[in-house]
């Protein structure tokens, strides 16, 4: 059974076509398959690998090295806590804390009800608007235990079918590390990274 | 000066080691250049066969260098001219000290209940290099342990220490990457796909190159400890490779066949069929003594006198040219020496063939010249494979090709009519149908396109044989023609069964006399005929004409040396006529074969390990084969049985040992003229050597004539080609790999099945001069159009004849 | 003096913007380069002796003179994994001046001889990658990309890669193993990738923000760069200040002020008014500073005196209330999570000292682990000393010794309390 069909074979392939070898395509698909199935399946590795000209446990070794390769569903939302050194030293062990006890997921696992998925992630880059939690990684920088809660909760109320880091910032966030710019419109609806050139990301309002 | 595609010609520099002077070849790698010195240096990852990962860092050494001493791994780092070396200094202590530590944290105590202690690299690095205490009190990792990842390798996750020997193996050199590293870090681990095994036909060399006892074989598991097994060096007789083998037996029972790094020939690698069939050794069909046909019709256990009286009475009762032999492909050199001498000398016959018809003109075989060896295959500008899918039938020969595909980049060109396992590391490929191959000769030999043009460059080393059953074995001759006119083209004719090359060499052929000479040479023969007396002057019958004059009652008696026609003849129809219309059938052989089963008397002879001799492989390679175990019951070594037989008929080979048989064999056969056992038991030559042994030693020159295959007639063309696992003897009587026999199909191109609508749900009776087989359909894109691939010889095609064309109908 | 963060400071709302970009000067100085023999401009970056901004801070004027001469293809690939714990510079580069680092890999590119280049960006910034690629979408279709760039006859083409959460990827032959389609795990070196990198082919590797500097040092002279700062670390340089510091960011300084002026004038000094206890001068991987270093200068030479380095940039800073068990324990556990596990010592080794510290840390430490811990660190990194010795492939396994060998030598009698009184002296 193909995980990838019609407008995503295509844009597959085309990808494949931008690398001197098709094997780099690995990783662009991997995620492409992750749109598609919500997490990484075995199904998905096996048509990556014919699409490579790998074989599928060449393709499971490339995926399982990488920590954004989720192999088991995923919740709606995955929340990833850093707490890296950074992080750590202003808090984020209580803000994924919060978070627990909040959403009722442990570190590590998805809630039965298939809405969240809570990790602790090692450094996002987000150090110098620690602590720093990212949804479906998009980032929100300098939240407390008290706006982490909150955080879940607007989600969980609100079930939004698009995570856009500014809104989240604008309600949950405090110190930056830098100025941001101007708002995005771009963000993602599931547990991968929103890149359009992987089909992964969604236009806003 | 370079080495095609190879690394170039090295020049001798010196260095130091330890305050020690020393030499070597600039470039090599310093782990290496080391031991070679004398100075092992210890090592986990590294292997001498594979690129070198530097991952386990056990081989750390310290180099002097312009910025002071480093440490660096001696697998990864080349030598260079002066360089200063300490392998033993304080900090190189501490830091083998330190990996074994780092290895051991997560190493379970489980060697008492290991496979691999006693001889596990682990175990005898700690001994040597290791820390005295842990130091480590934490939760060490845990895993289900042990699990299987194919059905002949269960993997222990606990005791591997992420060495990636066996990742590697099936990556870089067997092509079948199948296990891998999953997960990182500290979660790192070697597994397989969910639902796709480590079904590779090479997996067991993993098992041996494990460092530890991670990976271990289902047939050997808990089956002996290392101190327990004796051992000899010996050749594999499962193909006409000929990869060096190390036989383990503990209580006259083989247990174990171990890789030996032989240079020339398999660089440590064997197959799994190799490596495993062993098991059909101790088989319930293994005969273990003489059986004589009663009255009544049965063949019944009798005593060797009564034995050996009843077939001399039967076989001296023949006339002239009456009697034929059949065999000799799986014996030793000495045997189907004595074979011949037997049948031209004794029975006076000149009927004598140790193929089946599913070979090669043993005029080419033995005579075509220029000759590759395997090595040449390293140096080639081009390999030529037109023959074999060399995976399914000479596997070791495949890792080679493959190896100079890859690593040596070389450009392979593949002809055959479907996908082989090569093709992913060939220039180029082409399939055919079976029948139409003079014409994509012609195409190539035009000079035109890349294929052509490539060839057209020289120094061709062209590995040539049937590519299945049912083609025109004079093709070769017409391939070898062509590959003779490229400059400085060398052909290596390829026939499968093991000891075919030394068979034919002992002269057990119509056409050939022992050492490479032609019955059809007067100065031969006269020269034979001085030590064996009086032999038939012409050439006679081949497998076909023998079975064909059995039925016809031209030919009234036939003795099988470790040959069953009935099972392996193309047509086995026609073989079991001839056999059942012969007056007498006397069968020596190790197994109660189908043929055997047809026989008048039959002898249990010795097989592999049982006997000590030679064996020649499909290079000429001549190795020493050597006797570790007895054999079964009252079995006698087939020389001996064949002596005796000729005492019985009124003259004596001459034959006390097989020892004394092999010096006859250098005295009068030209081709081996200098070979003896000692020769091929030390020093350089116990690799082998190479007939002709010495310039100007072969006699007989054959040049192949083009053009002469038949063409395929209309309709579809047959590709009957064999596969590794299929139902033959060897691997049926071998418990672990009679279960990996694929099963039967009909493999048809997409657009004839299409044609023809058929699809993959449907099953089709495929049948050719009378044989039918009912087979399910399977499409295969890579099928020449026009051709139907049906495996040779598995359960449900077992009796379907080699022709041709074949037709099919829906079912 | 700015070089880099001048037009996103000035023009906040849409220094991203090709537009902008154009506006402010951008994309002159490819129509200099062009205008160049491209040997002119490896000199000009040779001459501006600048150093590499992705950590090991090697002259890349030097790098690019390993190419071998004749060798094509070969490839440029740039590298945005920003991965090192406390640095997040790169990432304001590529969201907020993106076209900035895009003249730059243009112009190196026809300096190199490179038409085909790779940005790998990790995967936890979606947004850099969102940024980057809308600027090669705009600079495609404005001609600045593609065949034939603004009729110079020079063609490029440029393709984001996104990795996948693995910090080992930023090691540059690690990360071309990733963009390969393989595990993140370093290669052997020699050979470097210069001779042998991205599909075997010659290949340069440089960091985000080294190639940002590429268009200024066109424009203005590899003279005029080199005269900025004090020798051996010219030009500004991006920090990432974060931890217990009053204002965290990022600052594009020139080096050579001191640690004290850096951390309290412009960093606002300690958080809460609280006592500064120890910092950390470039990244996780950095051996930590105390405040008797406070007057050195911050210079990329006198951080390596003090047998520490300025890395990535990332000044993190710990105040007194920093129990430096915990805090070490965090590193360690980050480099032996991040472990690509080839190495022996690395993958055992990242991951015993993570244990022994979570024990020291949870009161269950021994008196013999003291001892263990700086053992286990010296058969990662024989000696543990500056720079590091390794019987690793690569600097990761050796970097995680850093906050040990820097709590042991800084902080021996607070690790040792943890041990001998089973709790934290802090409380
Ligand atoms: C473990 C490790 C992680 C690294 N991470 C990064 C990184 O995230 N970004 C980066 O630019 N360089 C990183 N580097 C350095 C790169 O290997 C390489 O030196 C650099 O990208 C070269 O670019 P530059 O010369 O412009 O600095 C890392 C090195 C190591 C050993
Ligand atoms: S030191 Fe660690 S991260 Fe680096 S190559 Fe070795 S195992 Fe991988
Ligand atoms: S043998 Fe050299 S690192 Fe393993």
Redesign the interface.
Same mark, same amino acid.
């Given at each position: 059974m193909s995980v990838l069909t019609g407008n995503d074979l295509k844009n597959a392939l085309a990808i494949l076509q931008r690398y001197p070898d098709k094997r780099s395509g690995v990783m662009p698909l991997l995620y492409m398959v992750s749109r598609v199935e919500g997490h990484v399946t075995d199904a998905g590795m096996k048509q990556v690998a014919e699409l490579t000209g790998l074989t599928a446990v060449q393709v499971q070794s490339v995926a399982s090295f990488y920590t954004m390769f989720k192999r088991e569903d995923t919740g709606k939302y995955l929340i990833s806590v850093c707490t890296s050194i950074s992080c750590f030293l202003l808090g984020a062990d209580g803000v994924l804390a919060a978070v627990e006890d909040e959403t009722g997921v442990p570190d590590g696992e998805t809630g039965h009800d298939g809405m969240f998925s809570v990790e602790h992630a090692e450094c996002i880059g987000a150090c110098g608007g620690a602590p720093a939690v990212q949804v479906n990684y998009e980032l929100v920088e300098g939240v407390t235990d008290d706006k982490a809660r909150g955080l879940c909760r607007w989600l969980r109320d609100g079930r939004p079918e698009l995570v856009l880091s500014d809104e989240m910032q604008q309600l949950f966030g405090g110190t930056r590390s830098f100025e941001w710019g101007p708002p995005e419109a771009s963000g993602s609806s599931g547990p991968y990274p929103a890149f359009g050139p992987y089909g992964t990301a969604e236009e806003g309002k | 000066m370079c080495t095609r595609g190879g690394a170039p010609l090295a020049d001798q520099v010196a260095f130091s080691v330890d305050g020690r002077q020393m030499e070597a070849d600039s470039g090599e790698l310093l782990i290496e250049a080391c031991e070679d010195n004398g100075v092992y240096i210890p090592r986990f990852c590294w292997h001498k066969r594979m690129k070198?990962?530097?991952?386990?860092?056990?081989c750390?050494v310290e180099v002097e260098g312009p910025r002071g001493v480093?440490?660096v791994?001696s697998c990864?780092t080349r030598i260079a001219p002066d360089m200063v070396v300490h392998t033993a200094s304080d900090?190189v202590k501490?830091?083998q000290? +330190?990996?074994l530590?780092?290895?051991l944290?997560?190493h379970p105590l489980d060697c008492p209940v290991c496979d691999r202690a006693g001889e596990c690299p682990l175990q005898d690095q700690t001994m040597a290099y290791g820390p005295g205490e842990s130091?480590?009190v934490?939760e060490k990792r845990h895993y289900t342990k042990p699990i299987p990842i194919s059905d002949l390798v269960m993997l222990d996750r606990e005791r591997c220490?992420?060495c990636a020997r066996c990742t590697r193996f099936s990556?870089e050199i067997s092509g079948?990457?199948?296990?891998?590293?999953?997960?990182? +870090?500290? +979660?790192?681990q070697v597994?397989?796909?969910?639902?796709?095994p480590f079904a590779s036909y090479f997996s067991g060399n993993t098992v041996e190159i494990c460092p530890v006892g991670a990976l271990t074989a289902v047939p050997y598991r808990f089956k002996a400890r290392p101190w327990d097994l004796e051992a000899v060096e010996s050749s594999c007789s499962d193909c006409s490779v000929g990869c060096r083998v190390s036989v383990q037996a503990s209580q006259n029972e083989i247990l174990r066949i171990n890789g030996v790094d032989s240079d020339p020939v398999n660089h440590g690698w064997l197959c799994d069929k190799g490596r495993f069939a062993f098991e059909a050794t101790t088989s319930e069909a293994r005969l273990d003594a003489p059986l004589v046909r009663d009255h009544s019709g049965d063949l019944m256990i009798a005593d060797w006198t009564t034995a050996l009286d009843a077939a001399a009475e039967r076989l001296g009762a023949l006339g002239v040219g009456e009697i034929a032999g059949l065999g000799g492909a799986r014996s030793t050199n000495e045997e189907a020496f004595a074979f011949g001498k037997f049948l031209r000398a004794v029975a006076d016959t000149p009927h004598l063939d140790c193929q089946l018809g599913e070979g090669l003109d043993p005029q080419f075989v033995v005579g075509v010249t220029p000759r590759a060896t395997i090595d040449d295959l390293d140096t080639a500008g081009a390999i030529l494979l037109w023959g074999p899918d060399l995976k399914e039938e000479l596997p070791v020969l495949y890792l080679r090709v493959r190896r100079a595909a890859t690593e040596l980049g070389i450009p392979l060109v593949v002809v055959h009519p479907r996908r082989t396992g090569l093709d992913d590391v060939a220039a180029h490929k082409l399939a055919y149908r079976p029948g139409e191959g003079l014409d994509v000769l012609a195409s190539i030999a035009g000079g035109n396109g890349a294929i052509g043009e490539l060839l057209a460059k020289g120094s061709v080393v062209a590995l040539i044989g049937r590519t299945g059953l049912s083609e025109d074995q004079q093709l070769a001759e017409s391939v070898g023609a062509f590959v003779r006119d490229l400059p400085e083209g060398k052909l290596m004719p390829l026939v499968r069964r093991s000891n075919t090359y030394g068979a034919l060499d002992m002269g057990v052929a119509p056409t050939l006399l022992p050492g490479r000479t032609s019955v059809r040479s007067p100065e031969a023969r006269a020269a034979l005929e001085e030590h064996w007396g009086p032999i038939p002057e012409r050439a006679g019958s081949g497998a076909l004409g023998i079975l064909e004059g059995l039925v016809a009652g031209t030919i009234k008696g036939l003795v099988l040396l470790g040959s069953d026609p009935v099972s392996d003849f193309g047509d086995p129809g026609l073989a079991a006529r001839a056999l059942g219309a012969a007056e007498v059938v006397i069968a020596l052989d190790t197994f109660a074969s189908p043929s055997v089963e047809m026989a008048d008397v039959v002898f249990p002879v010795l097989g592999f390990a049982e006997v000590e001799g030679t064996v020649t492989n499909l290079e000429g390679r001549v190795q020493k084969v050597n006797q570790l175990i007895p054999g079964p019951g009252s079995s006698r070594a087939a020389w001996e049985v064949i002596e005796d037989l000729a005492r019985r008929m009124g003259s004596s080979l001459g034959f006390t040992s097989a020892a004394g048989i092999s010096a006859e064999i250098a005295a009068i056969a030209p081709a081996y003229s200098g070979i003896s056992w000692e020769r091929l038991s030390v020093g350089k030559d116990r690799v082998g050597v190479v007939v002709p042994a010495e310039e100007g030693s072969q006699p007989l020159v054959h040049i192949p004539v083009a053009g002469s295959a038949t063409r395929a007639p209309d309709g579809l063309a047959l590709h009957l080609a064999r596969v590794l696992y299929d139902g033959g003897l060897r691997v049926g009587l071998s418990p672990s790999l009679a279960r990996l026999a694929p099963t039967a199909a009909a493999y048809l191109n997409p657009t004839d099945a299409a044609k023809m609508k058929l699809d993959e749900s449907m099953r089709v009776r495929a049948s050719t001069n009378g044989t039918s087989a009912d087979l399910p359909v399977r499409l295969d894109a890579s099928l020449a159009q026009g051709t139907i691939y049906i495996p040779y010889q598995l359960a449900d095609t077992v009796g379907l004849t080699a022709t041709p064309t074949i037709t099919i109908e829906a079912v | 003096m700015r070089i880099l963060t001048e037009r996103m400071e000035a023009h906040p709302a849409d220094s991203h913007t090709l537009e902008r970009y154009r506006a402010t000067d951008g994309y002159s100085a490819l129509s200099k380069a062009f205008g160049m023999a491209p040997e002119d401009i490896i000199e000009a970056v040779k001459t501006s002796s600048i150093r590499g901004r992705g950590g090991a801070g090697f002259p890349t004027g030097v790098k690019w003179g390993f190419l071998p001469p004749d060798r094509f293809p070969r490839y440029l690939v740039v590298n945005g994994d920003e991965s090192e714990p406390g640095t997040f510079k790169d990432r304001q580069l590529m969201e907020r001046d993106p076209h900035q680092l895009l003249e730059g890999i243009i112009i190196s590119s026809f300096a190199l001889g490179v038409s085909q280049a790779f940005i790998y960006v990790r995967g936890e910034y979606p947004k850099s990658a969102r940024r980057v690629q809308a600027a090669i979408d705009e600079a495609y279709a404005a001609g600045l990309l593609g065949a034939d760039i603004l009729g110079s006859g020079f063609g490029l083409d440029v393709t984001l890669h996104l990795g996948a959460g693995a910090y080992i990827c930023g090691e540059e032959t690690a990360l071309l193993n990733s963009l390969e389609g393989r595990r993140g795990e370093p290669r052997i070196k020699p050979p470097f990738p210069a001779v042998e990198g991205l599909y075997a082919k010659p290949t340069i590797v440089n960091n985000i923000e080294t190639l940002s500097n590429v268009p200024w040092i066109v424009n203005n002279g590899g003279v005029a760069y080199g005269m900025i700062g004090p020798d051996g670390s010219s030009g500004t340089r991006m920090f990432s200040l974060s931890g217990h510091v009053a204002k965290p960011g990022n600052y594009e300084v020139v080096m050579g002020m001191s640690w004290r002026e850096f951390i309290f004038d412009i960093g606002g000094g300690i958080r809460d008014g609280r006592q500064l206890k120890a910092w950390i001068p470039g990244g996780a991987s950095a051996p930590w500073f105390t405040p008797d270093l406070l007057d050195m200068p911050v210079t990329i030479d006198d951080a390596g005196k003090s047998n520490s380095m300025l890395g990535s940039g990332a000044i993190i800073i710990m105040d007194d209330r920093t129990c430096v068990v915990q805090a070490a324990h965090r590193i360690v556990k980050f480099f032996s999570h991040e472990s690509c596990g080839q190495c022996t010592p690395c993958r055992e080794g990242t991951t015993w000292l993570e244990m022994v510290l979570d024990r020291i840390e949870h009161g269950q430490g021994r008196s013999m682990d003291l001892d263990l811990l700086l053992d286990i660190s010296d058969n990662i990194s024989p000696g543990l000393r500056w720079p590091p010795a390794m019987t690793t492939i690569c600097p990761l396994g050796p970097s995680a010794t850093a906050p040990i060998v820097s709590i042991m030598t800084h902080f021996k009698d607070e690790v040792g309390s943890h041990v001998h009184e089973g709790r934290c002296p802090l409380g």
């Open positions: - | 070198p990962v530097g991952m386990c860092r056990m750390l480093a440490l791994p990864t900090t501490k830091a000290e +330190g990996v530590e780092f290895l944290i997560n130091r480590f934490e220490i992420l990556d079948d990457p199948l296990i891998e590293f999953i997960d990182r +870090g500290n +979660g790192t597994l397989t796909f969910t639902d796709e | -």
